[in-house]
């Protein structure tokens, strides 16, 4: 560790011990330029500071870092007027995060104790990092802004550069924030099929839960190993507006895309040791053990989300083909079952192709099998165990459908002759294993050409 004139003031003790406690963390080295304290502005102004996940290749840059109106509480934490700095940089083996014009107003930390917040274990690196990453619990914001971030990633042959403008962060307390903002936002990317462009009017989210999501991801929050199962909120809305997606063969655009009522818990086991395997060989997830197919399915059974929509959905093709999607929408989905499923307003059209309109197809009501048991019995029959399929169908449920619905078909194709649909709607219920007891069908406004019917063939 490097650094300018012994510290006498109370922010610049802070600075130097948060340094020094993480250059001492084992696999992490922490240096600075200079630190500077002028008492007429009550500013600290720290240059030069490099921090460096040696296990991680994560190497994290600012330049420079102003503090102003710091002050230590008496319960051990300490505040901050202002936190501002010119530009964040953070680069890793497979991308680069530039963040610049940073400002946090009315910053709070709730400890001052840096040692052990940056632990380093080369074995387990994700479990590491779920660490540090827990320190957004630990933070207070009263408003954030950013001017703007880039991320320039590149895997698998592939580029990408994503930039984002005018992010504003609003009411951080406990792990919870309020509201977080976003300008537009732009990807640009290189594949082996040609460039891909994505631009996004904005973005909003509410109601965010970090500490919610941190106890699934932080091994060390599940008691005595083994996860409570009890459900969270991690978010309440996120949105996007105005997306355009531009790339080889056709343009897509999208008027927004939204979700509500994101829920996680804890599943009965981590997915962190899963998750320290790739990290440390990335090409170890191709053939699983048991084990870790059964954290993985853990895992996918830990989150919810009450509503996913997709609105004003719109395709250009080169070849000239054109269609539209008014919605596309989730509900009630988790590893349990799904609420619906719909597709709403579809509109399809080709040149010399015909066209096709669809007013609404819906599935929904359905409940998914038991995928711990399914595992179960994937093991017992690669072992060589006779199974009763009848009795093990009964005994996980198997899929459940409630209901199938379409309504407002108009389709004619060269191949397929004029064929309209009002309605069509199935329903299934009263289910005994993955038997339905009671079935209804119902079919109205069918219009079929008398060619086609089996008179006509006759």
């Known amino acids: 560790m490097t650094g300018g004139a012994l510290a006498t003031e109370p922010v610049e003790a802070m600075v130097t011990g948060w340094v020094a406690a993480i250059d001492d963390a084992p696999g992490w080295t922490a240096t600075y330029g200079?630190?500077?304290?002028?008492?007429?502005?009550?500013?600290?102004?720290?240059?030069?500071?490099?921090?460096?996940?040696?296990?991680g290749g994560i190497v994290i840059a600012f330049e420079p870092i102003s503090i102003v109106g710091y002050a230590e509480q008496i319960d051990g934490t300490f505040s901050a007027t202002s936190v501002t700095t010119n530009s964040a940089n953070i680069t890793a083996n497979t991308a680069e995060i530039t963040a610049s014009d940073i400002r946090l107003?009315?910053?709070?930390?709730l400890t001052n104790d840096a040692n052990g917040r940056f632990p380093s274990d080369p074995q387990h690196p994700f479990t590491s990092l779920m660490r540090i990453y827990a320190l957004v619990t630990s933070i207070s914001l009263k408003h954030g802004g950013i001017g703007s971030i880039s991320i320039n990633s590149?895997?698998?042959?592939?580029?990408?550069?994503?930039?984002?403008?005018?992010?504003?962060?609003?009411?951080w307390a406990e792990g919870k924030v309020a509201s977080m903002t976003a300008g537009t936002v732009t990807i640009e990317s290189e594949t082996p099929d040609g460039p891909i462009k994505v631009s996004i009017g904005g973005a909003e989210a509410r109601d965010m839960d970090f500490a919610a999501i941190m106890r699934v991801l932080d091994p060390s929050q599940y008691a005595e190993g083994v996860g409570d199962g009890i459900w969270h909120s991690a978010l309440g809305f996120a949105g996007y507006n105005d997306l355009a997606v531009d790339g080889p063969d056709a343009k897509v655009t999208i008027a927004s895309i939204s979700a509500e009522n994101f829920m996680v818990r804890q599943p009965v086991r981590s997915i962190a040791g899963y998750f320290d395997?790739?990290?440390?060989?990335?090409?170890?997830?191709?053939d699983l053990t048991p084990e870790e197919m059964r954290d993985i399915v853990g895992f996918l059974s830990a989150f919810s989300i009450g509503r996913?929509?997709?609105?004003?959905?719109?395709?250009?093709?080169?070849?000239?083909?054109q269609g539209h999607l008014g919605g596309m929408t989730f509900s009630d989905f988790s590893a349990e079952g799904l609420g619906e499923f719909s597709l709403d307003d579809i509109d399809a059209n080709a040149e010399d192709a015909g066209f096709a309109k669809i007013g609404r197809i819906a599935v929904g009501d359905i409940v998914f099998p038991d995928l711990e048991r399914v595992i179960d019995a994937t093991e017992a029959w690669e072992a060589g165990e006779e199974l009763?399929?009848?009795?093990?169908?009964?005994?996980?449920?198997?899929?459940?459908?409630?209901?199938?619905?379409?309504?407002?078909?108009?389709?004619?194709?060269?191949?397929?002759p004029h064929y309209q649909l009002g309605k069509f709607r199935l329903d299934l219920a009263n289910y005994v294993g993955p038997?339905?007891?009671?079935?209804?069908?119902?079919?109205?406004?069918?219009?079929?050409?008398?060619m086609v019917t089996p008179d006509a063939a006759m």
Not at 34 to 54: M, Q
């Open 105 to 109: 107003d009315n910053l709070g930390i």
């Open 154 to 171: 590149m895997a698998r042959g592939e580029t990408a550069l994503t930039t984002y403008k005018g992010i504003s962060v609003d009411d």
């Open 34 to 55: 200079d630190l500077i304290y002028d008492p007429a502005t009550d500013t600290a102004l720290l240059s030069g500071l490099e921090i460096e996940s040696v296990p």
């Open 277 to 286: 395997k790739i990290m440390l060989d990335p090409d170890a997830g191709e």
């Open 388 to 416: 009763d399929y009848g009795s093990l169908a009964f005994e996980l449920g198997a899929f459940k459908l409630g209901f199938i619905e379409v309504l407002g078909i108009d389709v004619e194709t060269p191949e397929v």
């Open 435 to 450: 038997i339905p007891t009671l079935i209804t069908l119902k079919i109205a406004g069918l219009d079929v050409p008398a």
């Open 308 to 321: 996913l929509a997709v609105r004003g959905i719109d395709v250009d093709a080169e070849d000239g083909g």
